[in-house]
């Protein structure tokens, strides 16, 4: 089945302990991408990447990392975790589009707790 | 990073009503899309809209493009309880994901 892979679904930690939300692509997709969800804020974009070892920040890059050292992975790395990144995550990937739409294929999801 | 404004945030209905939402920006868009969020799960694509103007279906919706290409609509005939969830729009000027820009969501509950 084609699928967008995250783990964890769900994680409680603790300010400043280094934690990393890992995603794979069964598709091959060239792009990936991360986004946060926070209530009344919709959906904003965190990095992403259109080819292996190509990646670029989005629209709320600070306090995360990202790696691309394979074109199904696409690990989202919080180095130092604090309680404003609180929210809920999903990974998503495409293939690099020509004009029009761009089919984003969305994982289930990781909602992540720092204390 | 600019945002879509959506409205409204929220709705609750009866089942067999209409829904109507809508999103609207202050630049334009060549592409939009509508995404609807079951809960615990990510967001699924609905429909996409290439044309200003465009009126597209599928199954019990209907969106439409603006002509302004400055927003757009998304209705739903007579709900059903699995309609309940978050629907987001989102905007695309130049046919690739990175420029993909999100609403801030409908939260839709659908009571019997």
């Known amino acids: 089945e084609a699928q967008v892979t995250q783990n964890p679904r769900y994680l409680i930690t603790v300010t400043g302990k280094k934690l990393t939300v890992t995603c794979s692509q069964n598709?091959?997709?060239?792009?990936m991408s991360w986004y946060r969800q926070d209530p009344g804020l919709g959906l904003r974009q965190i990095y992403y990447?259109?080819?292996?070892?190509?990646?670029d920040k989005g629209d709320v890059p600070e306090g995360y990392k990202v790696s691309r050292k394979e074109k199904r992975n696409f690990p989202l790395i919080l180095e130092s975790p604090s309680p404003n990144q609180t929210s809920l995550y999903f990974c998503?990937?495409?293939?690099?589009?020509?004009?029009?739409?761009?089919?984003?294929?969305f994982g289930a999801g990781s909602r992540l707790t720092v204390l | 990073g600019q945002q879509l404004n959506q409205s409204p945030q929220s709705m609750f209905i009866q089942e067999g009503e209409d829904v109507s939402m809508n999103c609207t920006s202050s630049s334009i868009f060549n592409t939009w899309l509508w995404y609807k969020q079951d809960p615990g799960e990510g967001p699924v694509l609905l429909i996409a809209?290439?044309?200003?103007?465009e009126l597209t279906s599928n199954g019990r919706l209907t969106a439409q493009f603006g002509i302004t290409r400055k927003d757009s609509f998304l209705n739903i005939s007579a709900s059903i309880p699995s309609d309940v969830g978050i629907y987001f729009c989102a905007g695309q000027l130049d046919g690739t994901a990175s420029k993909l820009t999100f609403g801030t969501g409908t939260r839709l509950q659908v009571t019997l």
């Open positions: 998503a990937s495409s293939i690099i589009p020509g004009p029009g739409a761009n089919v984003l294929t």
């Open positions: 598709m091959n997709h060239e792009y």
């Open positions: 990447s259109m080819n292996v070892e190509v990646t």
């Open positions: 809209l290439y044309k200003a103007g």
